[in-house]
């Protein structure tokens, strides 16, 4: 199946840890994207990556880190300096850039505890 | 500063009227649109997407209008369903040179009722 793929779907992280989300997709997209959603809250964007090697600060990129080593893969690391980490996390790709649709993972729920 | 936004937190409908979503933009430049659907614990769903060069687009019992003038984006969904029961984002391509990113509005919530 074609698709994109968050992982974990829960994760914990103790205060003061890095923690690395995966995203992996298999439809050949060269545009991947990081959200992060808070309750009752639209999506805010993290950080995005219109080419393989290549990504761009979002609104809302301090104290998270990317890389974008393979054209399938785009790992998300919320690190000790990202102040209030608990959310939820999404991936997502598009063929290229913004002005194709995106596909979203089902996501990812990080709680600080 | 420019942002995507939503009128209405929360709509209420009875189950078979029709439903209207609205969203507002602030960039002119934006060329490119999509309206999603999440539901609880999950990731967005596409619903239906619209290009800048188009007024209107019609999908399965769902409408998109774009009103380039107001700056202004519209979901019509007909004879609404239980199963519509969500929250609904509308997202713009927002142009940056010669790239872009989708930047997403804060949501409306659809409740239906039986």
């Known amino acids: 199946d074609g698709g994109i793929t968050q992982s974990p779907k829960y994760l914990f992280r103790k205060e003061g840890q890095n923690v690395t989300l995966s995203c992996e997709q298999n439809l050949n997209h060269d545009a991947m994207y990081w959200y992060r959603q808070d309750p009752g809250q639209g999506l805010r964007l993290i950080y995005y990556?219109?080419?393989?090697?290549?990504?761009q600060k979002g609104d809302i990129a301090e104290g998270y880190s990317v890389s974008r080593e393979k054209k399938e893969s785009f790992p998300l690391t919320v690190t000790s300096a990202q102040k209030n980490p608990t959310a939820f996390y999404l991936c997502?790709?598009?063929?290229?850039?913004?002005?194709?649709?995106?596909?979203f993972g089902q996501g990812t729920r990080l709680t600080v505890v | 500063g420019e942002s995507v936004g939503l009128h209405l937190p929360t709509l209420s409908v009875q189950e078979g009227d029709n439903s209207i979503i609205n969203c507002a933009y602030s960039?002119?430049?934006?060329?490119?649109f999509i309206w999603y659907k999440q539901e609880s614990g999950k990731g967005p769903q596409f619903i239906i997407d619209?290009?800048?060069?188009?007024d209107k687009r019609q999908g399965q019992r769902v409408t998109v209008l774009l009103n380039k003038t107001v700056k202004h984006l519209s979901l019509q969904i007909a004879a609404t369903q239980p199963g519509d029961s969500a929250v609904y984002f509308c997202?713009?391509?927002?142009?940056?040179?010669?790239?872009?990113?989708?930047?997403f509005g804060q949501g409306t919530t659809l409740q239906v009722k039986p």
């Open positions: 997202a713009e391509n927002r142009l940056s040179g010669n790239t872009g990113k989708l930047i």
């Open positions: 960039n002119s430049a934006s060329d490119y």
């Open positions: 997502a790709s598009s063929l290229r850039g913004g002005d194709t649709e995106a596909f």
């Open positions: 990556s219109q080419i393989v090697n290549d990504f």
């Open positions: 619209i290009r800048s060069n188009m």
